[in-house]
């Protein structure tokens, strides 16, 4: 996939079917011919040298179901992801959720 950025435009072309058919599926959940356009938001970060991929989140579309960790938690606590900023209070004894593929950590 090419990405050129002109200023405050950015261009991405798909190099093949299967990118095409994504770019495809993505430019729909963002358009809403009636309605308001959704928004791509940055999360996480992108570092290159630590993991080559960039996350967005797509603004006005609900997550999927949390999943927890077979971790416990030792007290009443909240639990922060440090990819997206998306916390979850915990109750002592309750399991401690993951979020962007990782367990998210307390807040201390």
């Known amino acids: 996939m090419r990405i050129t950025i002109d200023r405050n435009v950015v261009d991405v072309a798909p190099d093949d079917a299967q990118e095409t058919a994504s770019l495809e599926s993505l430019w729909r959940i963002l358009i809403d011919c009636i309605g308001e356009s959704k928004k791509l938001t940055p999360i ?62 307390s807040v201390d």
């Open 44 to 105: 996480g970060e992108f570092v290159p040298s630590k993991e080559n991929i960039a996350r967005f989140l797509i603004e006005g579309v609900p997550g999927g179901k949390t999943v927890f960790s077979e971790q416990v938690s030792a007290d009443d606590t909240t639990y922060i992801c440090t990819t997206c900023n998306k916390y979850m209070n915990v109750k002592s004894g309750g399991e401690v959720p993951y979020c962007c593929g990782v367990v998210m950590g």
